[in-house]
Every structure is written in C-alpha cells, then in structure tokens.
C-alpha cells in the first residue's frame, strides 16, 4: 500500500510512538486522524501536524465512543486505509507485595481492557470500514499495524497484567490475518523494546542509560522516529502479514 494520500487512524497518537508513526505518515503524504483520551496533547499534536492531521478524543475502552469515532472518520475520509494501533497503558504491581498485599484485580482488568479488548474493538470497528474500501491493483484493502511489546515474551517482575495483555496482541495477529485476508487486509504487530517515549520521561537519566545497555547494537534507546521508520515499511511491503517484528537491537529482558 502506497502512504501517500492513504488514510490512517493512529491510536494513542497524541504521544510517544503513535505520534512518531502519525509524524512518518504525515511527512510521506497521509492523511491522520490521531485518537486518544489525552485532549491536550491530541489537539498540540494535531495543531503540529498541520493540515492532514485531525485529532478525535476517543476511549478505547468505550465501545459507543470508539464505534461513532470509526464511523466519523469514514464519513470525513471517506474511508480507512491504515489502522496503527499505538494506545496502550504500562502498570507495574507485584502478584504479592514485600508487605502481602495482593495485586489489584481492577488494575489487571483495565489493563486488558485498554491494552487487548480495547485494541480488538478498534480493529473490528476500523476492519468493517476497510472492507468497504475498493481494492488497489494487488487486492489490497487495508494495513493493521498493531503495538505489543517485548514483554509479551520476556515480562519483568511486575509485569503479570502488562504481558498477559500484550501476549494477547501477539497471539491474535495471525488468527486476525487469516479472517482479513479474504477481505484484502493484512495484520502485523510490532513488539517494540525500551522506546524513549513520555512512558520513561520520569525516568532518570541512569535508569534510561541501565536500560539502553539491555539492546545489544546499536545501544542506545529506540525513539519514535525507528517506529515510525517500520510502522511505513510494513505499510509498503505487501508481503509482510500475521507476524511480529521485534524493534529492540536483539534486548532480551532479564527477570528484573
Ligand atoms: N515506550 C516503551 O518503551 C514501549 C515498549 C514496548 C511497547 N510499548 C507500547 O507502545 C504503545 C505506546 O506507548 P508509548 O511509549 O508511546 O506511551 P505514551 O504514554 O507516550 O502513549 C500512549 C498513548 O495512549 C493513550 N491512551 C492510553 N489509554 C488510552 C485509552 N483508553 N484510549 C485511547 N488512548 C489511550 C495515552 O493517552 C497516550 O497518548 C503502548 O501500547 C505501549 O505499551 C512502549
């Protein structure tokens, strides 16, 4: 699929990889509507966007909300061509504390919902639209980028909700590829490593040297920018489909 003049909806665009992969798009001709809770930041981003950026506040976690933004856009585009899907949450709690307390139920279910349920709803919402899309040359409808991460393979301490809900990403790329294929579109996940994004801006800056020292070459932090430059080579590769890139510089997490 070509970007330029494509029409793209980046979830969890107003910041950190979303915004890195709106910035890529927009710069190479697409159209981006950026959806996400953040109405501040999402307005900033789309005012530093310019023309060919919108912001919508949508929830994902709210079927109503996210159903009436899919169908707007649709209706504002007239379409959806790329769907990246970059909103995601990163709580950390122990199954039982140092002092015996267990971890919070609530926090694990609203991990799932945002990170797994909330990403399922917007690619089935954004999928129906696709599937109206006329096919390009090669049959092609649409592009389903979607944000796991590295803990879905190597979860640290703490990350018990976090990797049970990006393992769920992982785990339902190619089930989603093999359902959307008939319709032209294909589904890819990339499970970034550590990303210099606001997620670690209250990091110090020894803690973000410790963790750029975990990726092997180059060491240092990967940036928006690198998600962004994959997010547009999947867009463009019509061969890559139901499967997951790591963006770490060979990172594997240890326990802690
Ligand atoms: N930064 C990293 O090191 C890293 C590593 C691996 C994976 N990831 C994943 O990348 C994705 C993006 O993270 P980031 O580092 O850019 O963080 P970020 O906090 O900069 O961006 C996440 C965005 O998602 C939005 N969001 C959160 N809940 C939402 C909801 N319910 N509905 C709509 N939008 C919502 C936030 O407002 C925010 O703008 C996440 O899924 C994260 O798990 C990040």
Same mark, same amino acid.
């Given at each position: 699929?070509?970007?330029?003049?494509?029409?793209v909806v980046?979830?969890?665009?107003?910041?950190?990889?979303g915004?890195?992969?709106?910035r890529?798009?927009t710069?190479a001709?697409?159209?981006?509507?950026?959806?996400?809770?953040?109405e501040?930041?999402?307005e900033?981003a789309?005012a530093?966007?310019?023309?060919s950026?919108?912001? /919508?506040?949508?929830?994902? /976690?709210?079927?109503e909300?996210?159903?009436?933004?899919? %169908?707007g856009?649709k209706?504002?585009?007239?379409?959806?061509d790329?769907?990246?899907?970059?909103?995601?949450?990163?709580?950390?709690?122990r199954?039982v504390?140092?002092?015996?307390?267990?971890?919070?139920?609530e926090?694990?279910?609203?991990t799932?919902?945002?990170?797994?349920?909330?990403?399922?709803?917007?690619i089935?919402n954004?999928?129906?639209v696709m599937?109206?899309?006329?096919?390009?040359?090669?049959?092609?409808r649409?592009? &389903?980028?979607?944000?796991?991460s590295?803990a879905?393979?190597?979860?640290?301490?703490?990350?018990?909700?976090?990797?049970?809900?990006?393992?769920?990403i992982?785990?339902? /790329?190619?089930?989603?590829?093999?359902?959307?294929?008939?319709?032209g579109i294909?589904?890819? /996940?990339?499970?970034?490593? &550590?990303?210099d994004?606001?997620?670690?801006?209250?990091?110090?800056q020894?803690?973000?040297?410790?963790?750029a020292?975990?990726?092997?070459f180059?060491?240092r932090?990967?940036?928006? %920018?690198d998600f962004?430059?994959?997010?547009?080579?999947?867009?463009e590769?019509?061969?890559?489909n139901?499967d997951? &890139?790591?963006l770490d510089?060979?990172a594997?997490?240890?326990?802690?």
């Open positions: 699929m070509h970007v330029k003049d494509s029409r980046v979830t969890g665009g107003a910041s950190g990889l915004l890195g992969a709106a890529r798009l710069a001709g697409a159209m981006v509507a950026l959806l996400d809770v953040n501040q930041r999402g900033e789309a530093e966007l310019g023309q950026a919108r912001f /919508t506040s949508c929830d994902v /976690t709210d079927p909300n996210v159903a009436v933004s899919v %169908e856009l209706e504002e585009f007239g379409g959806i790329v769907l990246v899907n970059a909103a995601g949450v990163a709580p950390a709690q199954v504390s140092r002092g015996g307390d267990l971890f919070d139920l926090l694990f279910k609203s799932i919902a945002v990170n797994l349920v909330g990403m399922f709803d917007v089935r954004v999928a129906g599937a109206t899309n006329e096919p390009g040359p090669d049959g092609e649409g592009v &389903i980028v979607n944000v796991a590295i879905a393979f190597e979860g640290q301490v703490g990350q018990a909700a976090y990797s049970a809900s990006k393992g769920g992982v785990g339902m /790329t190619l089930p989603l590829a093999r359902d959307l294929g008939g319709l294909r589904v890819m /996940t990339i499970a970034p490593g &550590i990303m994004t606001p997620l670690l801006s209250g990091a110090p020894e803690l973000k040297d410790s963790l020292k975990l990726h092997v180059p060491q932090l990967g940036t928006p %920018e962004g430059h994959l997010v547009q080579a999947i867009v590769n019509p061969m890559l139901g997951v &890139i790591r510089a060979a594997r997490m240890p326990p802690k």
